[in-house]
C-alpha cells in the first residue's frame, strides 16, 4: 500500500514500486522524493515510513526488507542506500540467490533531524539517533549516539554537533 501525504513532492522521474505483499510505504507531509530514487519492495515485508519535511535527493535507493522508519525533517544527499536485509550465504552446496534471506537485525531505524552525506551505505540494524550527522561515503551498522558526528567503514563517532 503506497500512501503519499497529499503536501510532499515525489519527482515523477522517482520510481516507488508496489508490493505485492501490501507493504506499507507512507511519504509524510512536505517531504521530497527526488528524480531516480528507488524504493524498492524486496528482502522481507518491513514498512518504510518516510516522517515530514525530509528531502531524499537523486539516486538514493530504499529497500523495504525488515523495515525502515525515517523521522522527521531528515535529509538524505544523493546516491544513499538503505538495505535492511541482508542475503543468506552459508550454504556453500546452493547458489547465494537461492538460500532467502538472513534473519533480521531490526530494520533501520533513523530518528528526527539527521543528515546523511552523499554515498551513505545504511545496513539491516542501524539505528542512527537524534540529530546526526554522517560523512559522505560511510557505512552505517549498529546503533549510533544522538547529536554525534559520525565517518567512515564502518562509520565511527567522531565529534558531536556544537563542539
Known amino acids: 500500500m503506497l500512501k503519499i501525504d497529499p503536501t510532499a513532492t515525489v519527482s515523477p522521474l522517482?520510481?516507488?514500486?508496489?508490493s505485492v505483499r501490501g507493504t506499507l510505504i507512507e511519504i509524510g507531509a512536505r517531504t521530497l522524493v527526488d528524480s531516480f530514487v528507488k524504493i524498492?519492495?524486496?528482502?522481507?515485508?518491513?514498512?518504510?515510513?518516510?516522517g515530514a519535511d525530509c528531502a531524499l535527493n537523486?539516486?538514493?535507493?530504499?529497500?523495504?526488507?525488515?523495515?525502515v522508519r525515517i523521522g522527521d525533517a531528515v535529509l538524505i544527499a544523493a546516491n544513499c542506500t538503505l538495505a535492511p536485509t541482508n542475503h543468506a550465504f552459508g550454504d556453500t552446496t546452493r547458489r547465494i540467490r537461492d538460500q532467502g534471506f538472513q534473519p533480521s537485525r531490526g530494520g533501520i531505524v533513523i530518528e528526527d533531524d539527521v543528515w546523511l552525506g552523499a554515498g551513505v551505505v545504511v545496513l539491516d540494524g542501524a539505528h542512527i539517533g537524534k540529530g546526526c550527522v554522517i560523512a559522505a561515503g560511510s557505512v552505517?551498522?549498529?546503533?549510533?549516539?544522538?547529536y554525534s558526528i559520525y565517518a567512515g567503514v564502518p562509520a565511527k563517532r567522531i565529534g558531536s554537533r556544537g563542539a
Open 58 to 67: 537523486s539516486g538514493t535507493v530504499i529497500y523495504t526488507g525488515n523495515g
Open 140 to 146: 552505517v551498522r549498529g546503533t549510533l549516539e544522538p
Open 40 to 50: 524498492k519492495p524486496a528482502g522481507g515485508s518491513g514498512e518504510v515510513i518516510i
Open 14 to 18: 522517482a520510481d516507488i514500486e508496489r
